[in-house]
């Protein structure tokens, strides 16, 4: 729909994560305002009416982007081959929500901190590797 093209797999990955959460954030707003004004509901934001209009919101979405990029061919997506230390910066964040969830269940159940703990260190040496470019 916006014709990004020729573009690398981590900006194609950055575009689709940064138009998904304002897609959300600005159809949300939009339902919350409209929906009421319509006199359609009163819960705007409750489960049939947001999944009702995000799903419309989707189609025509979907309907311009079909209308508009007949023409082009499907897009070829080239994953690049990671040396050790950007697979491990890949895999390691996975961990963090197992980390986050067992972290809270050992301190709501009278337990340790030590899973939140490295979770943490884990976040904070991430990001000073990442700012360090190692």
């Not at 959460?21 to 009416?49: C, E, R």
């Not at 994953?79 to 980390?99: A, C, E, G």
């Not at 301190?107 to 000073?128: A, E, K, S, V």
Request: net charge neutral; proline share 4%.
């Amino acid at each position: 729909m916006l014709k990004i093209r020729e573009v690398g797999f981590w900006e194609y990955l950055v575009y689709t994560v940064g138009l998904s959460i304002s897609f959300i954030m600005f159809a949300g707003l939009a339902v919350n305002w409209i929906l009421p004004w319509l006199n359609i509901t009163d819960k705007p934001l409750s489960l049939y009416p947001i999944l009702t209009c995000f799903n419309l919101f989707l189609l025509v979405f979907w309907l311009v982007a079909f209308i508009r990029n007949q023409d082009l061919k499907p897009l070829e997506v080239k994953y690049s081959k990671l040396d050790l230390l950007n697979r491990i910066f890949f895999i390691v964040p996975m961990s963090f929500p197992v980390l986050s969830i067992l972290g809270a269940f050992l301190l709501n159940n009278h337990g340790t901190n030590i899973l939140t703990m490295i979770m943490l260190g884990g976040i904070g040496d991430g990001f000073y590797l990442q700012l360090m470019q190692i």
